[in-house]
């Protein structure tokens, strides 16, 4: 696989990346044989590096009923998906663009109309039933009665016609993915950059120009009335595992999960980096929002170090016609229907 996000570099790397191979993608727990995890200078175990989610691109986000409780594919179902994946890939390596039925498959993935070549594609693909693995069923929890009422209002939303760019998404407008949104496998742009020096750890997300800045210190979280769209991260080691969690959140416009509703202010997210061998990071993520899931839920995949994948500038703003064009668009039909109501 490659990168093919657009645009040029947007910072050179401040600590260099450890010499890493070419993930595998069975079961997503497995760990090398006799594996020592590596440490910083000063002790931590060390994340460092440029990662990718790349390898999990095409894994539904929700898992399909059929599959119950499963949590990974038979030998014989891995190698139809690979089978699939080559097709994807090979399809995109010429400049075509997959298929609706493509997308039609892939729940909760992205499926705007890109060109081919901007699309991610793998030469591997992972053994997950789906992205999400807790509950056991691999399907996010109902939601609450309030956000089912916000569901039905922001689903009214999208079939207008926008009245202005507040009609549109956070991620239309070039303004933030959300945390989850920043790291989950998508169309493209899945890189992930880990830095470390003592007592802070820097998690830059390639899609949308995302950095935090997570202490580790033990510090508490930022007063509630200090909020952003990508939270307040505080981390700490439990053994090789970095756990961060994040929270105050502006609620109201960034979901937590493909197909959810936009999560409240009391978003609780936990984080979990695991380096499981020179390759791979297991990341799982935990989300917790009483006033939007009836439960928490989990996510979990393995992020792989790729040899020359870089980290390019997300130049959203500079080439983002999308947006004005949809709402002069919206304008010259409002336009066209007052000097002829027989065109409403």
């Known amino acids: 696989m490659q990168n093919r996000s657009l645009g040029l570099l947007s910072m050179a790397f401040i600590a260099a990346a450890m010499a890493f191979g070419q993930a595998s993608a069975p079961a997503a727990k497995k760990k090398t044989a006799n594996w020592t995890p590596p440490k910083t200078a000063w002790g931590d175990p060390d994340l460092q590096g440029t990662w990718t989610g790349d390898d999990s691109y095409g894994v539904p986000f929700q898992r399909p009923e059929n599959f119950g409780n499963r949590k990974f594919l038979t030998d014989e179902e891995l ?70 009422s916000k569901a039905a209002a922001a689903a009214a939303l999208r079939g207008r016609r926008p009245e202005s760019w507040e009609d549109l998404t956070m991620y239309d407008r070039c303004i933030t ?33 995302e950095t935090r800045i997570v202490p580790l210190d033990g510090r508490p979280h930022a007063p509630a009335n200090l909020r952003t769209y990508m939270g307040d991260s505080r981390g700490h080691w439990e053994g090789n595992t970095l756990v961060v969690e994040t929270t105050n959140f502006i609620g109201g416009r960034v979901s937590a999960g493909a197909g959810s509703p936009p999560y409240s202010e009391d978003l609780r997210l936990v984080e979990r980096f695991t380096r499981t061998n020179d390759k791979s990071i297991q990341y799982e993520v935990t989300i917790s929002d009483p006033k939007t899931y009836t439960a928490p839920w989990t996510v979990a995949f393995l992020i792989t170090y790729e040899p020359g994948y870089r980290i390019f500038e997300y130049a959203c703003h500079e080439g983002n016609y999308a947006m004005p064009n949809r709402l002069s668009a919206a304008r010259a039909e409002e336009k066209a229907e007052a000097e002829d109501p027989a065109k409403k």
Do not use: F
């Not at 499926?111 to 594609?121: L, R």
């Not at 989850?180 to 802070?200: D, E, W």
């Open 177 to 209: 993915r959300g945390v989850t949104g920043s790291i989950y496998p998508a169309i493209y742009g899945n890189g992930t950059q880990i830095v470390q020096s003592p007592g802070l750890i820097a998690i830059r997300n390639e899609m949308i120009h």
């Open 79 to 148: 190698a139809e998906r690979a089978k699939e994946v080559d097709l994807l890939s090979s399809s995109i390596e010429a400049g075509v663009r997959p298929n609706a039925g493509y997308w039609a498959r892939q729940k909760g993935v992205d499926a705007a109309a890109v060109p081919a070549n901007w699309v991610e594609y793998a030469r591997k693909t992972s053994r997950q039933t789906s992205l999400v693995v807790d509950p056991p069923d691999g399907r996010i929890p109902p939601l609450t009665a309030e956000a089912r």
